[in-house]
């Protein structure tokens, strides 16, 4: 037993499992916060929602089971403490879903907000990108399961954990990226300083959650091809997931700030957030029809949708 580091082997995965019980946390208040505040949302959102609560609640079980195995049942045995249990590759399956399943959020209300001519323009690389991050994430975690030995997990660097790696931050640059022109696009059309405002924090928001992503993606690679049989890189990977839940519930639960800024007719209210989920869901929604206008008036439209004309924003921001 001399002979391991504990420090820089299940050490550093414990230091990592602490900081995602907190982000779980947040998960699992963000989500009891979402569904008491907005109970008359549509069905497929509240699933879509109920569906990451529990896939985050799976990934916190299976890491709690790979950390219980290696620092209790196994400690003393070096020979238990050189491969990968089970519970440990599966984690990586769950984050992996949750990462994807929050970039496709994303991707399908970018479709609808874009113009139809260029829906598919836009947001096409970011689907081949989000499919590249599955494929090569199913990759990885296939061959994880099928090495099983830490230190053979080396072999995987370049032909499968740089590809799997460099998919997620491509992707999420495209998401970021699409994001903004679409928030310019609509910066460029108004003449109100405090429209100008509002879109310039949503463009803040779009590259900060960007970054947060790409930057643990790529120390999680990093970490990785240094040197696989520390578990520095598994430190990093627990939480990933964490965030992507996160920003879909921020983004989900701020709502009712913009009602009350835009009542208050508060700009700096405004939360760094942008709120999709109330973005339209059909073509034939995407009008600057004046039931549009109607449903702001009405407080059921509680965000500022992009996807309408900049008079609609204009027209909200007055309220």
Known sequence: MASVDL??????SFIGGIVTAVL?????????????????????????????????????????????????????VTTSLAYGVW?????????LTIACAVQAFFTVKIFYLCRPRLRWIVTVPIIITVLLHLGFGIETVVLMFIKKQLSSLSQLTYYAITPFGAALVVSDIFIAVALCLLLRENSSLTVFPRTKQLLN????????????TSLVAIAEVVLWAVNPENSWFMAVDFTIGKL???????????????????????????LNTIHLSDLPTSSGDMGT?????????????????T???????ETALRK
């Open 87 to 95: 519970s440990l590759f599966a984690s990586v399956a769950v984050n």
């Open 244 to 270: 992507y839940a996160n920003s879909l519930l921020a983004s989900l639960n701020s709502r009712n700030f913009v009602r009350r800024s835009r009542n208050s007719g508060d700009a700096e209210f405004f």
């Open 24 to 76: 779980y946390g947040i998960t699992t208040l963000q989500t009891y916060l979402y569904f008491m505040n907005y109970p008359n949302d549509d069905v497929p959102t509240k699933l879509f929602v109920a569906a990451i609560w529990a896939l985050d609640t799976t990934h916190v079980t299976l890491m709690c089971h790979a950390l219980y195995y290696y620092l209790v049942s196994s400690y003393g």
């Open 289 to 305: 029809s004046a039931n549009d206008s109607d449903k702001l008036g009405r407080g059921d439209q509680d965000v500022l949708s």
């Open 201 to 212: 924090i949503l463009m803040i928001y779009a590259i900060n959650r960007c970054l947060l």
């Open 7 to 12: 420090t820089n082997t299940w050490g550093a």
């Open 307 to 313: 996807a309408g004309s900049t008079r609609d924003i």
